[in-house]
């Protein structure tokens, strides 16, 4: 509670045109936050592959202190806004969804449903991924199939979609 408490401060002393309420300002912070976090962990990983997983865990707890504290920076306050209300605020009542980064479209799920809905989508608008997607969601062993690495799907899903 003392996080939100500071975010709503910060947003507060910025002077920040917006019509979110306190609720909606945490929200925005956090889902911002774990965006940046998500991103900058997964490009760890793929940068540091070999890497025993305890030094993996220090430098994911690195990250994670240094997204903590950095985007509390005011230079983000407008980012975090901006973000929510192209995002978050066009979700609607559920909450729960995805938006296809690359068209800016939203389709909206019940809870749980996320991965199946970006499977339909890569299906209707990514149809060479999805195969490799389904086979890769289907069998964590797997690292390759038909020519295409685990890691490049997994890189396209954390460009091209925000799940909600």
């Not at 980012?79 to 995002?87: A, D, G, H, M, S």
Request: glycine share 4%.
């Amino acid at each position: 509670m003392k996080a939100d408490n500071y975010i709503i401060e910060l947003v507060k002393a910025a002077n920040i045109t917006h019509d979110l309420t306190n609720t909606d300002i945490v929200q925005a912070y956090n889902s911002y936050k774990t965006e940046i976090r998500t991103k900058l962990i997964h490009s760890m990983i793929r940068n540091y592959t070999g890497v025993p997983n305890s030094e993996l865990e220090v430098i994911k707890s690195a990250i994670n202190k240094a997204i903590d504290s950095g985007l509390l920076a005011n230079k983000h306050l407008n980012r975090i806004i901006q973000n929510y209300q192209t995002t978050i605020k066009v979700i609607g009542e559920s909450k729960h969804g995805v938006i296809d980064n690359r068209t800016g479209i939203f389709y909206e799920c019940l809870d749980g449903e996320q991965w199946s809905t970006v499977q339909r989508v890569m299906n209707e608008r990514y149809p060479d991924k999805v195969i490799p997607f389904i086979y890769f969601m289907n069998d964590s062993q797997l690292d390759t199939f038909g020519g295409v690495e685990r890691d490049s799907i997994d890189w396209f899903i954390m460009e091209t979609f925000s799940i909600f």
